[in-house]
């Protein structure tokens, strides 16, 4: 157990790791095989155990939490697999649009319903043309009096056709670049607003992917979060807060592997004595050990950070999760070399954990998009030091 954890926090990741044990990993590689949408475990997880997307404020039903306790959870869920971690976690990406910008009543009844379970939200921004760059969408919204409507296709959204309620992005004013992005909610079943087919992945199998089609969508005006043009920066503050539970997701997944391979290095003879005595396989272990908990204790920081307003958070977030989602697959890799012809089988969890694990370096911004960022951060305050300096 980790330090630095209060007795309630304790006791929430203990509560969410037996869950995992019980009803998650028993099930992990029929989900991934039938490429199966867990909707029980989720139904559990919101309705049993109450976590549906901890960070919803209490006057929402919610439970009130921060960042850092959606971080616990996620770690453990991603310990067991990061399909069902994706499936539970989307949820929270795709509500906290509104939690930002959301009017009163628009948290009244989309939260609160989120916050009891009722509703599941999806985070549509991504399209064909428009993935690291976002600011380049394609969908429009155009006012007709009382209403909006929409036109475009968002690809690759997480939970697409499972989901209630989602947080579109469209271009409202074109010649404003990505200032004249908006954000508006859109429910399920509204005319002119289906699915596209589902995606067929590498990993997280059991997380469903798929495009929104928006065709002549009429949405009500009300419907709008926030001011229109400000919807780049709702997305933008939206990832930043989500990148922190991505990184511990990832130190997870970066667990489960580390405890795989340190079983099977214990347990492996070979020329008469377990692998595990070979220095080799010593330090292949000891590398990820090291890895899993500088990772863990990154992502924990950004987590803390983002509760706490640090005016530092976002890049924390974004180093937290260059860093984390990178070294869930290194140890993954290694984890599976330890475990040689045995790990490349489907009899063992390792490779399904490794082609989970890829997803961490490219869903919520590439690693190379987020070390864009956390140059361009570094860049500033060293012009900032020089300038203080000077004075
Ligand atoms: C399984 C899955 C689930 C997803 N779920 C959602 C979801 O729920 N909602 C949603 O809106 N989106 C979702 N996405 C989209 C995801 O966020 C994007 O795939 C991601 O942001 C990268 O965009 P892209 O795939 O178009 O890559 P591109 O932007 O085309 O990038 C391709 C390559 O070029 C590099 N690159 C691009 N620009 C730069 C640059 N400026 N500097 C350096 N390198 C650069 C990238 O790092 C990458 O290696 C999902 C994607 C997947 C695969």
Same mark, same amino acid.
């Given at each position: 157990m980790p330090l630095f954890l209060t007795d309630e926090q304790k006791a929430l990741k203990e509560t969410v790791r037996k869950f995992t044990e019980e009803e998650i990993i028993p099930v992990r590689q029929e989900l991934d095989e039938k490429e199966e949408y867990p909707a029980e475990i989720i139904n559990k997880l919101v309705k049993d155990l109450l976590l549906a997307c901890p960070f919803i404020p209490e006057e929402y039903d919610g439970a009130g939490l921060g960042v850092f306790e959606s971080a616990l959870i996620v770690e453990e869920l991603a310990r067991g697999c990061l399909g069902v971690c994706t499936a539970y976690a989307v949820s929270g990406l795709g509500l906290y649009p509104i939690l930002i910008a959301g009017t009163n009543e628009q948290k009244l009844k989309y939260a609160s319903a989120v916050a009891r379970g009722e509703k599941i939200a999806a985070f549509g921004l991504t399209e064909s043309s428009a993935g690291s760059d976002i600011g380049n969408l394609k969908t429009t919204a155009v006012k007709k009096s009382d209403i909006y409507v929409l036109n475009g296709v968002k690809q690759w959204i997480t939970s697409a056709s499972k989901a209630d309620i989602y947080s579109v992005f469209a271009v409202t004013d074109r010649e404003r670049g990505p200032r004249g992005i908006s954000c508006f909610i859109v429910e399920k079943d509204t005319p002119g607003f289906t699915f596209g087919a589902k995606e067929k992945k590498l990993g997280i199998r059991c997380s469903e992917t798929r495009e929104l089609i928006f065709e002549d969508c009429e949405i009500p005006? /009300?419907? +709008? +979060?926030?001011? /229109?043009?400000?919807g780049f920066r709702y997305a933008l503050e939206t990832l930043n807060h989500s990148r922190a539970a991505v990184a511990a997701s990832a130190v997870g997944v970066a667990q489960a592997a580390l405890e795989i391979a340190v079983n099977y290095a214990s347990e492996r003879i070979q020329y008469d004595n377990p692998? *595990? *005595?070979l220095q080799v396989i010593q330090h292949k272990l000891a590398d990820m050990s090291i890895l899993v908990e500088s990772g863990r204790h990154l992502a924990y920081t950004a987590a803390r950070m983002i509760d706490m307003k640090h005016p530092s958070h976002s890049r924390y977030s974004t180093m937290a999760k260059a860093y984390c989602g990178e070294n869930a697959f290194t140890v993954a890799n290694t984890a599976l070399q330890i475990m040689g012809g045995y790990g490349y089988m489907?009899?063992?969890?390792i490779e399904k954990i490794l082609r989970d694990a890829k997803i961490l370096s490219i869903y919520e911004g590439t690693t190379e998009v987020q070390k864009n960022a956390v140059f361009k951060d570094l860049m500033k305050e060293m012009k900032n030091r020089k300038k203080l300096k000077k004075c």
């Amino acid at each position: 157990m980790p330090l630095f954890l209060t007795d309630e926090q304790k006791a929430l990741k203990e509560t969410v790791r037996k869950f995992t044990e019980e009803e998650i990993i028993p099930v992990r590689q029929e989900l991934d095989e039938k490429e199966e949408y867990p909707a029980e475990i989720i139904n559990k997880l919101v309705k049993d155990l109450l976590l549906a997307c901890p960070f919803i404020p209490e006057e929402y039903d919610g439970a009130g939490l921060g960042v850092f306790e959606s971080a616990l959870i996620v770690e453990e869920l991603a310990r067991g697999c990061l399909g069902v971690c994706t499936a539970y976690a989307v949820s929270g990406l795709g509500l906290y649009p509104i939690l930002i910008a959301g009017t009163n009543e628009q948290k009244l009844k989309y939260a609160s319903a989120v916050a009891r379970g009722e509703k599941i939200a999806a985070f549509g921004l991504t399209e064909s043309s428009a993935g690291s760059d976002i600011g380049n969408l394609k969908t429009t919204a155009v006012k007709k009096s009382d209403i909006y409507v929409l036109n475009g296709v968002k690809q690759w959204i997480t939970s697409a056709s499972k989901a209630d309620i989602y947080s579109v992005f469209a271009v409202t004013d074109r010649e404003r670049g990505p200032r004249g992005i908006s954000c508006f909610i859109v429910e399920k079943d509204t005319p002119g607003f289906t699915f596209g087919a589902k995606e067929k992945k590498l990993g997280i199998r059991c997380s469903e992917t798929r495009e929104l089609i928006f065709e002549d969508c009429e949405i009500p005006a /009300e419907n +709008l +979060l926030g001011r /229109e043009g400000h919807g780049f920066r709702y997305a933008l503050e939206t990832l930043n807060h989500s990148r922190a539970a991505v990184a511990a997701s990832a130190v997870g997944v970066a667990q489960a592997a580390l405890e795989i391979a340190v079983n099977y290095a214990s347990e492996r003879i070979q020329y008469d004595n377990p692998i *595990s *005595s070979l220095q080799v396989i010593q330090h292949k272990l000891a590398d990820m050990s090291i890895l899993v908990e500088s990772g863990r204790h990154l992502a924990y920081t950004a987590a803390r950070m983002i509760d706490m307003k640090h005016p530092s958070h976002s890049r924390y977030s974004t180093m937290a999760k260059a860093y984390c989602g990178e070294n869930a697959f290194t140890v993954a890799n290694t984890a599976l070399q330890i475990m040689g012809g045995y790990g490349y089988m489907r009899d063992f969890p390792i490779e399904k954990i490794l082609r989970d694990a890829k997803i961490l370096s490219i869903y919520e911004g590439t690693t190379e998009v987020q070390k864009n960022a956390v140059f361009k951060d570094l860049m500033k305050e060293m012009k900032n030091r020089k300038k203080l300096k000077k004075c």
